[in-house]
């Protein structure tokens, strides 16, 4: 296993899920829910800067040198993980759906699976 699929484990483990941050998820849910229509992520840095991200925007890993420490999905979203600096040089693509949380107190999505991230709107289905 690659370092970059290790570290995207590492990043939603269930062992960050504490009382420290289920209030954290709510606050940001909210941010996020507020922040538009067009906002579909709430991210606390680690330096407790809190910001939230549109479809289409570049979502860095790290800003003012201060890595995401917890993200809040408020809305499903299709994400190319990037490699270049300015959301450049797209790899990785994964589908985030409303609700899901990502954890990553140590760091490690900036290291090994790029340095940030554009995510789409996720088209709605219809169930059967």
């Known amino acids: ?47 407790d800067v809190v910001k939230t991200y549109n479809y289409g925007e570049c979502y860095p890993y790290r800003v003012d ?18 490699k270049g600096d300015d959301c450049t040089d797209r790899d990785q693509v994964r589908t985030v759906y409303k609700s899901m949380m990502m954890v990553d107190p140590w760091g490690f999505s900036g290291k090994a699976i790029g340095k940030g991230a554009i995510c789409e709107r996720l088209p709605e289905t219809r169930g059967l």
């Open 1 to 47: 296993m690659r370092l970059q699929h290790i570290s995207f484990v590492l990043a939603y483990l269930p062992i960050a899920i504490t009382a420290f941050t289920i209030p954290t998820y709510h606050e940001l849910n909210d941010i996020c829910e507020a922040a538009g229509p067009n906002a579909y992520v709430a991210v606390k840095h680690a330096n």
């Open 65 to 82: 040198n201060s890595p995401a420490y917890l993200a809040v999905y408020c809305k499903n979203a299709y994400c190319s993980n990037c």
